[in-house]
């Protein structure tokens, strides 16, 4: 802080830091003259902005689950449970990153990547795709692409890996001076690790069904169907233009749907009437949307 004697006009410099408040005696150096200085209490720094994150997935135990992980590493954030209402979300007031479950009910993942992309305003949103199955030993594959998304998480992933990719995707787009104070603190313990695993494996098991329905089993079935659908999708989106415009999709993707359908038939029962073919429904619903959005 730069001082004057208000006798000769004298300039010097105080530690404003250690005088805040203080009312002080001074002799200035040139005139020999005591003065008194009030010294003002400086002003608190304003609070840094909570980072945000949007949490796009139909799952509300597994949005929560997620949540709790980003509050307590200082991260807001808000949950949707479609894919139009992610986009009224982004509209309204933009994060800096949105978690995107790859089956998104409403529009796959793909189609809300594209409609970000495009959106006035929304071209430094970073996205993360969620990939949906929690099965620690399938989907393996590293994508070959990420329809214009920044990153991927597998679902078993995000207790070790979900902060530390996120703090990546911040980092190239936060200023240098904030990079430290936005660095992820620690590692989960083993116990956190288990118990977060616990509630996202019990989180699919639900597929997403908040209350019994006649129609519940076939809703679950369709759900999980879509799921496998959309991960497959998201390893190799060359091989999808390519299965399209040839017809041969079915053909190019053999093992990983037959993987897919393995997954499937053990986790829905025998007594689902065509449960199989709830899967190529899917399947057939994934074509559909793809040959539209890229106008094949």
Request: glycine residues 6%.
């Amino acid at each position: 802080m730069i001082i004057s004697c208000q006798h000769c006009g004298k300039r010097a410099r105080i530690d404003a830091g250690k005088y805040a408040g203080k009312r002080v005696k001074m002799r200035c150096s040139q005139c020999s003259e005591i003065f008194v200085v009030e010294v003002p209490l400086r002003a608190a720094a304003p609070a840094a902005a909570a980072l945000q994150v949007l949490i796009a997935h139909s799952d509300p135990v597994l949005c929560d689950t997620v949540g709790t992980i980003l509050s307590s590493h200082d991260f807001s954030w808000k949950a949707c449970h479609d894919g139009e209402a992610a986009l009224e979300l982004l509209d309204r007031d933009a994060p800096q990153v949105v978690i995107v479950d790859v089956a998104l009910p409403g529009l796959f993942a793909f189609e809300v990547v594209d409609k970000i992309r495009n959106r006035p305003g929304l071209a430094s949103v970073k996205i993360m795709l969620l990939s949906s199955v929690y099965n620690k030993m399938a989907y393996k594959r590293r994508p070959t692409t990420l329809y214009g998304a920044d990153d991927y998480i597998e679902k078993h992933h995000i207790p070790i890996d979900l902060i530390t990719k996120i703090h990546k995707l911040l980092a190239s787009s936060q200023p240098a001076l904030n990079r430290a104070a936005t660095a992820p603190e620690g590692m989960p313990t083993l116990r956190e690790i288990d118990e977060v695993q616990g509630r996202l494996q019990r989180a699919e098991e639900s597929e997403g069904i908040i209350a019994p329905s006649a129609h519940a089993e076939l809703e679950k079935a369709r759900r999980l169907a879509r799921i496998i659908a959309s991960d497959i999708a998201l390893y190799d989106e060359a091989r999808i233009t390519e299965g399209i415009r040839s017809g041969t999709f079915f053909e190019l993707f053999a093992a990983e749907i037959a993987e897919g359908r393995q997954h499937f038939l053990g986790r829905i029962p025998e007594s689902l009437p065509h449960r199989s073919a709830i899967l190529d429904d899917a399947f057939n619903e994934l074509i559909e949307h793809f040959r539209r959005e890229n106008h094949l």
